[in-house]
T-cell receptor, first 112, second 116 residues
């Protein structure tokens, strides 16, 4: 069963704009991770945020986590055409010794 | 450092045929995973291996078997392929199975399988 659900399913923006995608989940987590998948490729890990963290930055990426609402958001600032990809959130359950559960992804299209 | 490699990249099978998908990692990771990705379904875990010598079922194990050949290699076998197994298959590895930082997953490039 899917734990994380991304929103929106698809997002189309112009280069230079910011892109925000959201992830909601159902059960308590240890951490939440975001991955990127370029067309026809495997997933690449972007960033991990732990349940006791509220915000984390990595380059042009900013991730927030609200455990009370069971939601996370990924912000990509000043988007580039190369950011065109699908973005997935993945949750690690609180119990710790278990596998990740991936959402269905948000497809981002950045037009030049 | 190749990371996670998968063979083959593409495969077409007829219903009832069998095949093995190969996966290898060179990062000295303990845990390995097999996922399938279907349109609109995201990634679904088929089987995983927490460490060498162990394997466990994931969300959608029916119709598949796995072998953790050694620490580096984890293979996925379809004994009697069905059209419902048409999908893109990804292998991944991580340092460990736990949820702690440092256990992010590294993915291979995928195998596109079509079963006619």
């Amino acid at each position: 069963s899917q734990q994380g659900e991304e929103d929106p399913q698809a997002l189309s923006i112009q280069e230079g704009e910011n892109a925000t995608m959201n992830c909601s989940y159902k059960t308590s987590i240890n951490n939440l991770q975001w991955y990127r998948q370029n067309s026809g490729r495997g997933l690449v890990h972007l960033i991990l945020i732990r349940s006791n963290e509220r915000e984390k930055h990595s380059g042009r990426l900013r991730v927030t986590l609200d455990t009370s609402k069971k939601s996370s958001s990924l912000l990509i600032t000043a988007s580039r055409a190369a950011d065109t990809a699908s973005y997935f959130c993945a949750t690690a359950p609180w119990s710790g010794y278990s596998t990740l559960t991936f959402g269905k992804g948000t497809m981002l299209l950045v037009s030049p | 450092n190749a990371g996670v490699t998968q063979t083959p990249k593409f495969q077409v099978l007829k219903t009832g045929q069998s095949m093995t998908l190969q996966c290898a990692q060179d990062m000295n990771h303990n845990s390995m995973y097999w996922y399938r990705q279907d349109p609109g379904m995201g990634l679904r875990l088929i089987y995983y291996s927490a460490s060498e010598g162990t394997t466990d079922k994931g969300e959608v194990p029916n119709g598949y078997n796995v072998s953790r050949l050694n620490k580096r290699e984890f293979s996925l076998r379809l004994e009697s392929a069905a059209p419902s197994q048409t999908s893109v298959y990804f292998c991944a590895s991580s340092k460990g199975l736990g949820a702690g930082e440092g256990n992010e997953q590294f993915f291979g490039p995928g195998t596109r399988l079509t079963v006619l």
